[in-house]
């Protein structure tokens, strides 16, 4: 069998192919700018490349290489950043035009990680403004496009990040996870796409939405690369006040141990209304095939995870209200000429941010606003607690929970923009999960009968359970098959 092309094959492939001397990391490099160069004006991913900085970075890895002394197993593989962690002496926007001539003078802990481990930048890719949105379509300067599809929506905020590694653009990329956003991409895109525990990869450096939400995630084309790109960058950091106390874990270790014997709950509330027929069948299927993997599937219920998107939609505005304060012409975002600084400030806000942006930032000073409080901000964080304790009660039952990722397949750009409701409802399966804090992934469950399209199954873990979360994840994609198989590829 003819193997793949280098653009095709999973970064943990590459490495060992670098690591024997069958490539260099300049030819990797060099093949993945051609790559980028086909399908970029098909899907529209990149908001900045980063091409000669990228093959500097291979060239000197190549070096290392040749003397012995390569950083890590990764050192010379490409990596492409969503543009909310912000990088030194390259332009960060968060997808919003009030940071659009913003250069950082310092690295993101996730991006400083990743260098230290020898992977060139390369480039910095579209989102939703402010990781506000689930389908691209609310960047401030274009949206990017689906690889199975380009009529349709590569899922949001971390839209370019998947679109660009489902392409074969780059072997792997960094998301931010919300409610879904790292997640939601991923199944809609055919990729893996995983959400750690809260705290376990630092924040610092990435710029803030909902702070008690947000936490970055890798996408990658196997559960492989993303056990390894996240066990890069996890791991406590002193200038995140938020990240726990514990070691990077080396997720790779016993990857492969299987499942055989695991409990598996299947959510009884989301037992198939509101789920597109097709996207139902396949994750039905999956359920199967877990079971002939060994595990025990029994239903689980979890009542509270009918109220998570009103709950989540009131903590997250609510958070984001307040992050965004920030960007009001004096401390950043350009400055809009006024009569006095309180028009200054709204000039500089009604210019630089979207309708969503602005849309969650009303929502959120509305929850926070006196005699407001206690009806809206004060429930939904009660909410919150409901949904992590029957989480708490469902782990004294099961080691891991399915469910489907995404209720629908990709829908068309323009579908539902004009409906803020039916885009919210994208991340009912996902949303659950970031208030609780518990990790959680996608991995491709195959296509949909319906149209064709790629399906995700999500995987929930209990806290700091990463390593059952992604071995449950490599066996069923081993027995699947569909990293390695063209029907795991787009045709573009």
Same mark, same amino acid.
């Given at each position: ?17 670098? /690591? ?83 250069? #950082? ?9 990743? =260098? ?11 989102? /939703? ?19 199975? !599809? ?5 899922? @949001? ?21 919300? *409610? ?21 990869? =630092? ?6 939405? +909902? &702070? ?14 993303? +056990?390894?790109?996240? &066990? ?7 200038? /995140? ?16 141990? @299987?499942?055989? *014997? ?22 039905? !299927?999956?359920? *199967? ?14 009542? =509270? ?101 995404? #209720? ?17 409802? &994208? ?20 296509? =949909?009968?319906? !149209? ?41």
């Amino acid at each position: 069998m003819t193997p793949p092309a280098l653009h095709w094959r999973p970064a943990t492939e590459l490495a060992a192919g670098l /690591d024997a001397g069958d490539l260099t990391s300049v030819e990797l490099t060099e093949a993945i700018i051609r790559r980028c160069d086909d399908v970029e004006p098909h899907i529209a991913a990149f908001l900045q490349r980063t091409d000669e900085r990228a093959l500097t970075g291979a060239a000197a890895a190549d070096a290392r290489r040749a003397r012995g002394e390569a950083l890590t197993p990764w050192d010379g593989i490409p990596v492409a950043y969503k543009d909310i962690f912000v990088t030194r002496d390259v332009p960060t926007t968060a997808g919003s035009r009030i940071l659009e001539r913003w250069v #950082p003078p310092y690295d993101a802990t996730v991006v400083e990680r990743c =260098s230290a481990a020898g992977m060139p930048l390369f480039g910095k890719t579209n989102l /939703d403004q402010f990781a506000m949105g689930s389908s691209t379509e609310h960047s401030g300067f274009h949206p990017s496009r689906n690889p199975w !599809d380009p009529a349709r929506v590569p899922g @949001g905020s971390s839209g370019g990040s998947a679109a660009l590694v489902a392409a074969g653009a780059v072997p792997w990329a960094w998301g931010t996870d919300t *409610g879904g956003s790292v997640r939601q991409p991923a199944a809609l895109c055919g990729i893996v796409g995983a959400k750690p525990t809260y705290g376990l990869v =630092s924040r610092y450096g990435m710029v803030a939405f +909902a &702070s008690s939400l947000d936490q970055a995630g890798p996408l990658t084309r196997s559960v492989e690369d993303a +056990a390894a790109l996240l &066990s890069t960058a996890a791991g406590h950091d002193p200038r /995140d006040s938020t990240s726990i106390r514990d070691g990077a874990p080396n997720l790779l270790e016993g990857l492969g141990e @299987g499942i055989a *014997g695991k409990r598996i709950g299947v959510v009884e509330e989301f037992g198939g209304e509101g789920s597109q027929p097709g996207v139902r069948a396949r994750v039905d !299927d999956a359920y *199967g095939r877990l079971e002939r993997l060994g595990a025990v599937l029994e239903e689980v219920s979890l009542p =509270s995870f009918e109220h998570a998107i009103p709950a989540y939609y009131l903590i997250a505005p609510a958070e984001a209200s307040s992050n965004l304060a920030r960007y009001d012409g004096v401390r950043y975002g350009p400055r809009r000429v006024a009569t006095d600084i309180v028009a200054m400030n709204s000039k500089t806000r009604a210019d630089g941010f979207g309708a969503e942006v602005k849309r969650r930032i009303m929502i959120g000073t509305y929850a926070l606003s006196a005699g407001y409080y206690d009806a809206y901000y004060g429930k939904a964080q009660k909410v919150r607690t409901l949904i992590v304790e029957d989480l708490k009660r469902a782990f004294q039952r099961v080691d891991l929970i399915v469910c489907p990722t995404s #209720p629908t397949t990709a829908f068309k750009l323009g579908e539902r923009t004009a409906d803020p409701l039916s885009m919210y409802l &994208s991340d009912v399966y996902t949303v659950p999960v970031n208030l609780a804090g518990v990790p959680a992934m996608s991995v491709p469950c195959g296509t =949909s009968p319906d !149209d064709g399209l790629p399906v995700g199954l999500q995987i929930i873990a209990p806290v700091l359970d990463e390593r059952s979360m992604f071995q449950a994840a490599y066996a069923f994609e081993q027995d699947l098959g569909w990293a390695e198989s063209d029907e795991g590829r787009p045709n573009l």
